[in-house]
């Protein structure tokens, strides 16, 4: 199955505030916050959603496209992405501007407070899919991006037949309550995190049953209670893998979202690509950035099955070409 994953690429920096954002949150005070948290560290590492869930796809054994805009500063980051077996030929560089950036605080509680830098990314919008790529893909991803470029991937795919995965994100503050319910009504699959689905659901008016009968599969993200998957009738729990070390949780669920990916691009049984995604995320929760991890085919098989049986499922992801 050839994807192709639009939306962000971008440097992430990750910064640690050694407390908690609660005890300095005066809830007679939210109309006139103004704080500053000193930090104690600072790190720069390659991020965006779409570089994110490649990367990750592109380690169990995809091939995947990206499709984005990217800065003059973006040439070691393609030599990145390249070497580890992503396709840049999709991301347009801009030399007029910097790569978007992504800004983001870390408490003690794993709370984040973040601030993105739209950069060159606001340059996606005037860029087709078929124009960019030549031919449209099987699947497309459509994650967080300029508004109006998911808005346009959206028109294009649904135009095309083509199904996609509706992934928006942390733009789900900025995506007005018809453009959300434009992208639901469009696409196979909508994925979101739990605040994300309430926002949702808000925003367009629709509640969970009401989503479920426009889409094919819809994935909520739980944190630390893992995900819920509704996919051709059924219910699927999907709990997460302990990790061994809790680093930052920047990039997690892009990492999961590569998991799912992967599992129905080769048709796995739901509860399986649920979980290949819990692991996925738990290899970036482990490190301290969304790019900052690796392992083989043996050693994420064998880690799975330290904890579910796949009925041999997953050998098919030791023996695979990519």
């Known amino acids: 199955m050839e994807i192709l994953i639009t939306g962000s690429i971008a440097y992430d ?8 954002f609660k005890e300095y949150l005066l809830p007679n005070m939210l109309d006139k916050v103004s704080l500053s948290f000193l930090v104690d560290s600072l790190k720069r590492n390659w991020g965006g959603v779409a570089a994110n869930i490649a990367y990750n796809l592109a380690l169990l054994g995809e091939h995947p496209k990206v499709m984005a805009t990217a800065g003059r500063d973006f040439d070691q980051y393609r030599e990145w992405l390249e070497s580890h077996g992503v396709d840049t030929s ?27 830098y739209t950069g060159a990314m606001a340059y996606a919008k005037d860029h087709s899919i078929r124009e960019t790529v030549g031919k449209m893909p099987d699947m497309v991803v459509i994650s967080p991006n300029d ?38 009504e469009h696409a196979h699959t909508l994925v979101v995190n739990e605040y ?16 479920l009968k426009r889409v094919k599969v819809l994935i909520v993200t739980l944190g630390e209670q893992g995900a819920v998957i509704y996919a051709d009738g059924d219910e699927y729990r999907i709990p997460t893998v302990p990790p061994k070390r809790i680093a930052d949780p920047t990039g997690v669920g892009d990492a999961f979202r590569a998991g799912v990916l ?38 994420f098989v064998a880690r799975y099955r330290e904890y579910f049986d796949d009925d041999g499922v997953l050998d098919e992801l030791l023996s695979q070409s990519p």
Not at 196 to 211: A, M, N, P, S
């Open 13 to 20: 920096y990750l910064m640690k505030f050694p407390g908690r």
């Open 90 to 116: 999709a991301v347009i560089q801009v030399d007029d501007v910097f790569t978007a950036s992504f800004f983001a605080t870390t408490d003690l509680d794993n709370n984040q407070i973040a601030s993105f």
């Open 147 to 184: 508004p109006q470029a998911m808005t346009n991937y959206a028109n294009e795919c649904a135009e095309a037949g083509v199904p996609f995965m509706f992934d928006p994100s942390q733009q789900v503050i900025r995506l007005d309550a018809d453009f959300l319910r434009h992208g639901i």
């Open 196 to 211: 994300e689905f309430e926002l949702t659901q808000e925003k367009t008016g629709w509640k969970r049953d009401d989503i």
């Open 262 to 299: 992967k599992g129905m691009a080769r048709g796995w049984p739901w509860d399986v690509t649920g979980r290949v995604g819990a692991l996925c995320a738990t290899y970036v929760l482990e490190q301290e950035a969304p790019q900052g991890h690796s392992y083989t085919p043996q050693e």
